[in-house]
């Protein structure tokens, strides 16, 4: 069979790489790709943007393709799910109203508020002095997040009233995120350990976890600096305990499901909650997305041992039961490899070297901002690369995916060096 994987980033490169292993295909299209997945056996770039609608609904029809999975939150947004069910094809995504639980910040928590799942406290404005009048009474540490979609860069973990009263003149003033920013949500701030918990959500309210990861959010070594798209992740997270396991289910990833549901917006595609686990093991939602994380998917998927394919098609048809996912007992250590000024703006368009070097089994190198020029990979976008090593702990899966970043360079690139310190910290 053909797939087709919307989107051009590491996410998509990896969800690329392991549907092409599955004996059932032949061919995975990705529109429109990039330099990692012009190369990625069994896979073809196509030149159709990941919004363009029209036309990837012409592509999918015109090649025949037999499912389509789709990688980022833009054409989720857009009703891409809604479009190619219309037209009888076969897709793995939520609907564009479901896709609301990511779109919109604003609607999460309120949505949250109704169905009493844990979150931080919170309130909604498009007013710039109301809301830094509401930070100044409410005080720092406090979060500000832009409403609307922003690439993951539409949030600012404060320390000061000064630095949340900025962030929020920037954001509502449109200057930083544009209509992204319109409105903002003002946060309580929340103490505890942050994990990504991914569910694969199936029909009538089914669902199966994907393996646990932890992202870096910050740009810096020891979680310093601004906050990216992503630094780096790493799989199993320590601190998902199989009791905060079970209370994640039972607290956040079935109420959800049901609550949406109970709200005319069945959710079917990846969930991905965001979750901040304090000091007694409670779960409380940061923010949902509604497809898998960047760059927690990459670590994910080299863990998979099951056939990917089987288990999308599985959530579509409701037979999730009858087909959970397999994991490798491994670690894996995904490290992002960054262009020079990222997250401000990213310089583009210089070659990356080393690419041909010998990574053997123990690491994997996913493109997300890159682009094929002359037959040779360039910097596109400001995260690069996300090198994974993989090894029987995570100090083994470290010291891969370090091995395998000092072999690659390009001019300005930087990375951070402690990608997985809290689940090394917690090592004998």
């Not at 009703?79 to 779109?103: K, M, N, S």
């Not at 901040?276 to 949902?288: L, R, S, Y």
């Amino acid at each position: 069979m053909k797939i087709l994987v919307i989107g051009s980033g590491g996410r998509e490169h990896a969800l690329a790489y392991t549907l092409a292993a599955s004996p059932q295909v032949s061919d995975v299209l990705v529109a429109p790709g990039n330099a990692g997945t012009a190369f990625e056996r069994k896979c073809r770039n196509v030149p159709v943007a990941a919004d363009d609608l029209p036309a990837l609904l012409a592509l999918a029809q015109a090649e025949g393709v037999a499912l389509t999975v789709v990688g980022p939150e833009g054409p989720l947004s857009l009703g891409v799910v809604d479009a190619f069910t219309a037209a009888g094809l076969r897709i793995f995504g939520p609907t564009q109203a479901a896709a609301q639980l990511e779109a919109s910040k604003a609607f999460t928590k309120g949505f949250l508020e109704r169905h009493n799942i844990p979150t931080a406290g919170y309130a909604v404005f498009t007013d710039a002095k109301e809301a830094c009048d509401y930070v100044a009474k409410r005080g720092a540490p406090i979060v500000v997040k832009a409403d609307g979609l922003a690439a993951g860069k539409g949030v600012v973990v404060a320390m000061s009233i000064a630095e949340a009263q900025a962030a929020i003149r920037d954001m509502l003033s449109g200057a930083l995120l544009g209509n992204a920013g319109a409105r903002v949500v003002i946060e309580d701030f929340l103490e505890g350990e942050e994990a990504s918990f991914i569910v694969v959500a199936g029909k009538d309210q089914t669902y199966v976890p994907m393996a646990s990861a932890q992202d870096h959010k910050r740009v810096g070594d020891g979680d310093s600096g601004p906050n990216t798209g992503g630094m780096g992740a790493y799989s199993p997270a320590p601190v998902v305990t199989a009791e905060v396991h079970a209370r994640a289910c039972r607290e956040v990833i079935e109420p959800t499901l049901a609550g949406m549901a109970a709200e005319g917006r069945p959710f079917q595609g990846f969930l991905y909650a965001g979750l901040m686990i304090d000091k007694t093991g409670a779960p409380f939602v940061i923010e949902f997305n509604a497809r898998m994380g960047d760059p927690e998917t990459q670590p994910i998927l080299m863990r998979l041992e099951s056939d990917l394919v089987t288990l999308l098609n599985a959530a579509i048809d409701g037979t999730l039961a009858a087909n959970p996912p397999q994991w490798s007992a491994d670690a894996t250590c995904g490290v992002v490899m960054a262009a020079e000024h990222y997250p401000a703006t990213p310089a583009k368009g210089d070659v990356i070297a080393g690419l041909d070097a010998g990574f053997g089994t123990s690491a994997k190198v996913f493109h997300a901002g890159t682009t094929l020029k002359d037959g040779h990979a360039e910097t596109s976008g400001g995260r690069v690369l996300c090198v994974v090593g993989k090894g029987a702990d995570i100090r083994a899966a470290q010291a891969a995916a370090y091995a395998a970043v000092d072999q690659i360079s390009w001019r300005g690139e930087f990375h951070r060096r402690d990608i997985g310190w809290r689940a090394i910290a917690r090592l004998p």
